[in-house]
């Protein structure tokens, strides 16, 4: 994928290109693409009308260092009752977080997880993946932490492929993401990459009626 590019304009400009790079999964009755909210839903909303797939999310929150928030040391992702664990144990270390520090992070994560589910699904159940073709979708990736969680979340319900699917990333990240996942399609790593907002003019995460009204005009699983 390209290792430099012009900054997308926004959000949905940048799901509009990366459907262009997903169209072998055109017409696939078994694929689902599951957003990564808050800032996935908008790039995975023209992923999904561009292939003709329903659209829904997995929610996933990273655990940031304490005092250093921006640097993920694991993250947390639901699935049903069910909470999935990844560690980035060499930020652990490098970070001195102790397990009390760790379990703090969690217990306010965990949370904020369970608000959002409420919030974007309602009462609906989570979508069934079991044997369908999975595209994880969200706006970048950086560390890598948090789709590792959304994968490794996703393969205990057996689907039959995961393709994580994001506009920008860093090029070690998705290499990482990688082993997990059985594709990743990155369109642009920026050299040298810093976040995934130097990828976007406008990246204000999106609020959440913006995203639930997103979902309400998406095809259902």
Same mark, same amino acid.
Not at 181 to 205: L, N, S
């Given at each position: ?10 959000? !949905? ?10 169209? !072998?999964?055109?017409?696939? &009755? ?6 990564? &909210? ?7 909303? &023209?992923?999904? !009308? ?108 057996? &689907? ?43 990246? !204000? ?17």
């Amino acid at each position: 994928m390209a290792a430099s590019s012009a900054p997308y304009a926004d959000r !949905t400009a940048a799901g509009r290109d990366l459907a262009r790079h997903l169209t !072998t999964y055109a017409g696939d &009755p078994r694929v689902v693409v599951l957003a990564l &909210p808050r800032g996935g839903v908008p790039v995975a909303a &023209p992923v999904a !009308t561009a292939l003709g797939a329903p659209l829904d999310v997995l929610v996933v929150r990273k655990l940031g260092v304490p005092g250093a928030p921006e640097v993920a040391m694991g993250a947390i992702a639901g699935v049903g009752d069910d909470v999935v664990l990844v560690h980035e144990e060499r930020v652990q270390a490098a970070a001195q977080v102790t397990p009390d520090d760790l379990d703090d992070v969690y217990r306010d994560e965990l949370v904020e997880l369970r608000r959002r589910e409420a919030a974007y699904r309602g009462g609906r159940p989570a979508p069934a993946v079991r044997g369908r073709v999975v595209l994880l979708v969200d706006d970048g990736i950086a560390t890598g932490a948090t789709v590792r969680a959304a994968v490794t979340a996703l393969r205990r319900q057996e &689907p039959a492929r995961v393709v994580v699917a994001v506009p920008v990333g860093s090029a070690a990240a998705c290499a990482v993401v990688g082993r997990d996942a059985d594709e990743v399609v990155c369109v642009r790593q920026p050299v040298p990459f810093h976040a995934v907002g130097q990828g976007y003019v406008d990246f !204000t995460p999106p609020a959440d009626d913006d995203v639930r009204a997103l979902l309400a005009r998406a095809p259902r699983t």
